[in-house]
């Protein structure tokens, strides 16, 4: 019985032994490399491209194996790479090459480290068959892994060839790869071109990329930027405004101004650095600070969103309002990108829900510059107060940790802080009654205001909704206008108290004459003087009457006087 289980297991071992090396010989036969090379030498790979379609494939050799390729990709996702590679290459010693086996070979290789074995067996398996469309991506993906590992040795001409062996795997326009995936590659290797100092190869492989995809061009704005702004190549090829044609079409892919504050919007990042080029002029700080502005602020936009609703659901129980005060940082003074990034931000707020305050830090970085009035008007309606850093350069740090001391809320947006009125945030803050603050008028590089203004809607003039004032002066437009209207009536309804006294007193005049007729006729006819005494009595009435009216007019032009007063007051 011994010596039957030593025989069978003798037998088991021997199988397994001679299965494993078959394996090994199929994979050996699949990749003729050395292995102790896992990288390899990119420019020996550049004769290979793919041969075109000939016509669809037929499926029967996937279909035949399909119940090793399923448990292929299995092993792959539980990470028991050897077993995967060892299923893949028992399919292979039977039926060699197989496209859909062949790619998972490459990605269980990249992960063990073999790069260049992986690259060859995802070339092997579009060259099986070139209608296995998973392969050209899974090939581009880790031509760019090598080009990145390239950079990092400072191997500038590998990485060169890596994404243009990327960009050969759609040379034929099938569609192959995914817009995102050859827009990815021309800017890549754009970045490269810039880096040796091929500036116009680098714009052309930049504007090959915005044509390509605009939305995956963004990656890195301040590349776009600079390509574009070199002052060798200005002054040389690109005088006036033409040096930004690739950053006016961007530019004209948005709508409007309003489309830059959806968060996630990255193709918005060259029209704002258009246009920020243009606020700031020819100063290359000014656009340096612009691009401080266009951090991504995701994770904040979530947070406040989640804060605010609850909030604001809490506040809507109670008819009260929620507080927010923004923090603007002595660049505001000194930048008119600041005041039009806050001009547009303060009109997204609804007045309905929000009391919105802004402040300036003060030299020593301290504490906001409120007045009492504004820190008592605010206090008085709303019961819990926000606190955004909204814009700011170098004191950035300085500002977020003042908004953490005196809030219970505190969000650092770091820069164009509108953009949480994005897909991210549930919460609509569009104001619906009023158009942005005019904050360019207040701006002015020698006298800047001491702080930013509040913009509220006259009450009085509904139609044309005027923008009043700082909270600090109290009038207005349209409480001047009220005030003139009002002193205008009090003085037509003076006049027309003096137009009754001249009245009174004509009446008065003409009692006065027939008095005097009467008396004369008593003198000459006795039989007359009782007449005569009752007609004077009947002028003393109206002359008491006029008399009346006169006083009652000057009581009314009193009243219209104060009337005046207090509508100026």
């Known amino acids: 019985m011994s010596c039957l289980l030593r025989s069978l297991f003798f037998l088991a071992l021997l199988a397994s032994i001679t ?65 995967a590679l060892h299923t893949c290459g028992t399919v292979l010693l039977i039926l060699y090459p197989h496209a859909p086996c062949l790619s998972i070979v490459s990605i269980v290789l990249d992960e063990l480290g073999q790069h260049k074995n992986a690259r060859k067996a995802a070339r092997d398996s579009i060259d099986a068959d070139p209608t296995w469309m998973d392969s050209y991506p899974l090939l581009a993906r880790l031509l760019s892994d090598q080009a990145s590992r ?41 970045s490269t071109m810039r880096t040796i100092g091929m500036m116009e190869h680098a714009r052309t492989n930049f504007e090959r990329a915005i044509a390509v995809d605009p939305r995956q061009v963004t990656r890195d704005g301040r590349s776009l930027v600079e390509i574009m702004m070199e002052k060798e190549e200005s002054d040389a090829k690109f005088p006036d405004q033409s040096i930004f044609p690739l950053m006016e079409r961007a530019l004209h892919l948005q709508h409007s101004w309003s489309l830059w ?14 246009v920020g080029r243009m606020a700031c002029g020819e100063e290359p700080d000014g656009v340096g600070r612009l691009q401080l502005y266009m951090q991504d602020v995701r994770a904040s936009h979530r947070k406040l969103a989640k804060s605010i609703g609850e909030r604001l659901q809490r506040s809507n129980s109670t008819s009260s309002k929620l507080r927010i005060l923004y923090l603007v940082s002595r660049s505001f003074t000194s930048d008119s990108v600041d005041a039009q990034s806050l001009q547009a931000l303060l009109s997204m ?45 170098a004191e950035a740090s300085v500002e977020h940790q003042i908004a953490k001391e005196i809030s219970d809320l505190s969000i650092d947006i770091l820069g164009f802080p509108a953009s949480f009125g994005g897909e991210e945030v549930a919460l609509k803050l569009t104001d619906i009654v009023s158009s942005p603050p005019d904050l360019l008028s207040l701006y002015s590089g020698r006298a800047p205001p001491p702080a930013a203004p509040i913009p509220r809607v006259c009450r009085q003039d509904k139609s044309t909704r005027r923008r009043c004032g700082d909270l600090e002066e109290q009038t207005c437009e349209c409480s001047a206008a009220a005030a003139a209207a009002a002193a205008a009536a009090a003085a037509a309804a003076a006049a027309a108290a ?72």
């Open 19 to 83: 299965e494993c090396t078959q394996t090994l010989e199929g994979l050996a036969l699949l990749f003729p490399h050395n292995l102790t090379d896992p990288e390899g030498d990119i420019l020996a790979e550049a004769e290979w491209v793919p041969r075109p379609l000939a016509g669809a494939a037929d499926n029967f050799e996937t279909r035949l194996f399909s119940q090793q390729l399923s448990a292929a990709r299995h092993l792959l996702r539980t990470r028991r790479l050897e077993e």
């Open 150 to 190: 390239y950079l990092a040795r400072g191997n500038v001409e590998g990485a060169y060839e890596c994404y243009r062996q990327i960009l050969l795997l759609d040379m034929d326009g099938r569609s192959h790869l995914a817009k995102g995936v050859t827009a990815r590659a021309y800017y890549d290797l754009g």
């Open 261 to 274: 504050f959806k968060v996630g919007a990255y193709a918005d990042r060259p029209a704002l650095l258009q």
């Open 349 to 393: 707020h609804s007045r309905s829900n929000f009391h919105v305050m802004c402040g300036l830090i003060n030299k020593n970085l301290v504490e906001p510059q409120l007045s009492e009035q504004q820190q008592q008007q605010a206090s008085a309606a709303c019961d819990e107060l926000i606190v955004l850093h909204a814009i700011g350069t």
């Open 498 to 569: 003096a137009a009754a006294a001249a009245a009174a007193a004509a009446a008065a005049a003409a009692a006065a004459a027939a008095a005097a007729a009467a008396a004369a006729a008593a003198a000459a006819a006795a039989a007359a003087a009782a007449a005569a005494a009752a007609a004077a009595a009947a002028a003393a009435a109206a002359a008491a009457a006029a008399a009346a009216a006169a006083a009652a007019a000057a009581a009314a032009a009193a009243a219209a006087a104060a009337a005046a007063a207090a509508a100026v007051a």
